[in-house]
């Protein structure tokens, strides 16, 4: 199982949340998978566009050590592994929602750039 370098300073439930699905990729993932339900690996990273195969990999290793994401491995030939979200995934995904739907109103107010490539948050 993957495990960071350096443990998070987390003082607060707060920073618990943005550590566990903040950033630029984690909230991506999470959105994908819960459009798509499960996905394989070369999926995801089309669903992903300009991401790179090591933060990819790096990313989906960071959600499964916190329980966001599972990864089912089949013993087929060629071999199959899926990604799909965990309960727990699927809970952060009205959170991320939210956080959508307020940066929708403001960032349109604030930049005149579009934002390609979104996986819209209203399923």
């Known amino acids: ?9 987390i003082r607060c439930p ?3 949340g943005l550590e566990v699905f903040g950033g630029k990729w984690k909230s991506r993932i999470i959105c994908v998978l819960a459009a798509k339900d ?6 995801l990273r089309h669903e992903m566009f300009n991401i790179t195969d090591a933060v990819l990999a790096a990313t989906l290793k960071q959600l499964m050590s916190d ?6 491995s089949y013993d087929e030939i060629p071999p199959r592994v899926e990604y799909s979200l965990t ?6 995904v009205p959170i991320l929602q939210s956080i959508c739907q307020w940066s929708g109103i403001f960032y349109k107010e604030d930049t ?4 390609t490539q979104c996986q819209k948050c209203d399923h």
């Not at 329980?67 to 089912?72: G, H, Q, V």
């Not at 309960?87 to 952060?92: F, L, Q, T, V």
């Open 67 to 72: 329980a966001m994401i599972t990864r089912t």
């Open 38 to 43: 499960t996905l394989r690996y070369s999926e």
């Open 14 to 16: 707060l920073e618990y």
């Open 112 to 115: 005149a750039h579009s934002m």
């Open 87 to 92: 309960e727990k995934g699927k809970s952060a």
């Open 1 to 9: 199982m993957y495990k960071k370098k350096l443990e998070a300073d």
